[in-house]
């Protein structure tokens, strides 16, 4: 069993999710490879990281709170190659839409060495199995006790 | 260290949790050997795998949705035994009932390799710390955006 | 690599996390050394075990349930020293109070390993994203099914 490159995966996999949730794109890129593909939900399709991470960038802007928990992983390496499943169990929270989802999906990925011997997603895909959603004008004494992105958000007469 | 037989251990509980939450009941009993034993709860207790799979396959319907979140193992191996303990923060949402549940639980379990080098539970059981039931009458607006059992419902008029 | 030490670590942050949410506060203490040192929030630090333990057994008393589910690890190991990063997604809920709060954070840790080999915490702070805040009394329906707390609060007229 290759355990060197089993760990490697496993962090490159909790980077990219680390810093998907605190919006370190520069980062967040570092982990795919630039020809990498990418599913997102149903629908959407991306053929490289470029255009997948300008997506992500616009979707989860600093008005949008995510944890994307990655966790259970299944790996399997075959040589330079490996593959990998993950639960996702995530959380999204839009404070100006007043709206917070929650659910459950799967990844499955794929992976590759490069000639430098670092691991990186060159595919990545998820299935999900449910998502709920709230509306928190249900839950008035809904607030944000703390939210990093607030201090960064422009004052509203900018 | 046998490091081969806790990356075994991790993958094999990842993969039940897995198959648990979306539902592959014959590939979820490959992950216990036959004479494994559970139990469930407080009270709940059952002396093979085919009667615990039964009830589980009959609690999980696909009305039920499940989240058993798996994480945080401490796994100590002893030769061809091994134990090991893990959390479970789970979720579970009942549409039909308008019910969903939170919560914490501590697995205590048991595994063994058999004579094809393959790890397999051999017992199952868990501790809970708290859980929380609300009524989705209180949150109106609460909606599954997705459901993957709800396709596989038969028409009411069936 | 150094797998023995990345497992240990792992399994050493596992029951911190799983000793914290149980409160057994002896055992919890045993994850760190005497002169660990920790920053807790954005204002609250602590230069010795003693005191940073005392400060959790009060502020986690029975009368708080917690869910401090730590997980993503990315551990770098130099010798008998290591750091760590870990998601840290958390649920706190202050029945008394109908409180319930959750919330992502990172982890920052510095680990040794001591004369006998043990790998223990010698640094822990954790940097909140968000954390967000919900009084209960707008879900009039929610209830602790099980508390395992309950059983051992003393009685109102003792």
Redesign the interface.
């Known amino acids: 069993?290759d355990?060197?490159a089993?760990?490697e995966i496993?962090?490159l996999k909790?980077?990219y999710?680390?810093t998907l949730?605190?919006k370190k794109w520069g980062e967040f890129a570092q982990t795919m490879v630039p020809e990498a593909t990418a599913i997102y939900g149903e629908y959407l399709r991306f053929d490289s990281r470029d255009s997948f991470v300008s997506f992500l960038e616009n979707t989860f802007s600093i008005h949008v709170?995510t944890?994307h928990?990655?966790?259970?992983?299944?790996?399997d390496v075959d040589g330079d190659r490996a593959t990998g499943?993950w639960?996702l169990?995530d959380?999204t929270?839009i404070p100006d839409d007043g709206l917070m989802?929650?659910?459950?999906a799967?990844y499955h990925d794929r992976y590759v060495r490069d000639d430098h011997g670092r691991w990186r997603i060159s595919y990545t895909s998820f299935e999900?199995?449910?998502?709920?959603?709230?509306?928190l004008?249900?839950?008035?004494?809904?607030?944000?006790?703390?939210?990093?992105?607030d201090q960064l958000e422009p004052p509203a007469s900018a």
């Open positions: 069993m355990h060197d089993i760990r496993h962090q909790h980077r999710a680390r949730d605190t709170i944890q928990h990655c966790s259970q992983p299944e790996i499943i639960l169990a959380t929270i989802l929650r659910g459950s799967y999900r199995t449910w998502e709920s959603a709230v509306d004008k249900d839950i008035p004494s809904f607030r944000l006790a703390f939210n990093r992105w």
